[in-house]
DNA sequence: GTTTTTGCAAACCATTTGCAGGGTC
DNA sequence: GACCCTGCAAATGGTTTGCAAAAAC
């Protein structure tokens, strides 16, 4: 079974048809995306599930940590799978292909005890998104910025 | 001068009776706001203008570094006063207040490198938002997680 | 059988755009 | 006077909601 059924399982959701497409289409997917880019593929797939299903679904499987969300540079609310076994760990968003990669704390612990000590704030939580060119992507286009 | 409109001047972009409201609505505000609650604020002022020019002023400020963009935990879209002088910073935002403070870079390049290291990607770009409570706030309220 | 979930359509909200008139340099 | 900027209203795009029917437990 599927981590994401096994997730809607342990947590006593329901185990739908919605569901569990938009878990496979989930699985295909490369990368970021968005919630009309699953719209999208549903309709290519001749699945039809309503748009709304699509937004509660994402919001439900990002509540099970079966996906997280990432807010791009341009401000688009994307998501990308992810380990929901993972406990802590930030992305790392290709800007080439859109695939992303997750990287375990790197010591920005340290980072934001630094901040906190200069500031006096109480940290209590932190967003670090990193953005770049993933290997495959650099060997790609070794000069040209665009994809 | 108050430093908005030194930013227009300096910028070659003209300055206007509505760009000057809105600087003054943005320097009237304390932590970070969204668009619609400078469309708020100008109502309240009885000073109308156009929620295009909202927008697009915020765009300008933003491109002048006069306020910078953040996306806060919820997806939500606010801005925050900045100082345009200062290169590379990062923000504080306080769950109880709003207010936000900067941080300059506290280590982060040291992460960034960390994670290029263990994954290959070429590191273009970060993103660190950090959120907790700033000094008052946590003296006004020791032990509440709300406010 | 009860409770949750779905699909639909409509509502909603934030943001953008086209364009004619007005203001700034 | 030329060009930039504004306001308006309409278009747009993304997301949410209410509700009755359908599905899951």
């Not at 878990?23 to 748009?51: C, E, K, M």
């Not at 993972?86 to 790197?106: E, L, N, P, Y």
Request: aromatic residues 4%; hydrophobic residues 35%.
């Amino acid at each position: 079974m599927d981590p994401s059924t096994r997730a809607l399982e342990r947590s006593g959701h329901r185990v739908t048809d919605a569901r569990r497409t938009i878990a496979s289409l989930v699985d295909a997917r490369v990368g970021h995306f968005t919630a009309a880019d699953l719209i999208a593929d549903a309709r290519a797939r001749r699945q039809s599930i309503g748009r709304a299903t699509i937004f509660r679904s994402l919001d439900l499987f990002t509540d099970l940590r079966v996906v997280e969300r990432v807010d791009l540079p341009t401000g688009e609310h994307a998501y990308v799978p992810c380990e929901p076994m993972r406990q802590h760990h930030h992305h790392i968003v290709c800007s080439g292909c859109g695939r992303t990669t997750d990287v375990a704390d790197c010591g920005i612990t340290a980072v934001t005890e630094e901040a906190s000590r200069r500031t006096g704030y109480r940290i209590d939580n932190h967003r670090l998104e990193l953005f770049g060119l993933c290997p495959p992507c650099q060997a790609r286009v070794p000069s040209d910025p665009r994809l």
